[in-house]
Nanobody, 118 residues
Framework: QVQLVESGGGLVQAGGSLRLSCAAS????????MAWFRKAPGKEREFVSNIKSTGRNTDYADSEKGRFTIPRDNAKDTVYLQMNSLKPEDKAVYYC???????????WGQGTQVTVSS
């Protein structure tokens, strides 16, 4: 089992930045691919970004490329989502997720709310 706890959400003005954190506990964090998803009101949950266990490979949704980064610190069992140039359409609940060997994410956090004012 892996427990994931997100933090760092809040209210920010358009053009501003936020850094989300996801602290993991339980089994070996460094073995997991970690990801961020988000769900906006009235929309389906969507992929934001992921990072492989080694930290060398990352992937981003097209709308986040160049604005978001997903560093991880395996010594702290934490993955981050650095969000810059935020837009009102980035408003959503952001979820951290983890997977080991499958393509499906097995573990999810409770989510953290991000609100961007125009």
């Amino acid at each position: 089992q892996v427990q994931l706890v997100e933090s760092g959400g809040g209210l920010v003005q358009a053009g501003g930045s936020l850094r989300l954190s996801c602290a993991a506990s339980g089994r070996t964090f460094k073995s997991y691919t970690m990801a961020w998803f988000r769900k906006a009101p009235g929309k389906e949950r969507e992929f934001v970004s992921n990072i492989k266990s080694t930290g060398r490979n990352t992937d981003y949704a097209d709308s986040e490329k160049g604005r978001f980064t997903i560093p991880r610190d395996n010594a702290k069992d934490t993955v981050y989502l650095q969000m810059n140039s935020l837009k009102p359409e980035d408003k959503a609940v952001y979820y951290c997720a983890a997977r080991l060997t499958t393509t499906l994410y097995d573990y999810w956090g409770q989510g953290t709310q991000v609100t961007v004012s125009s």
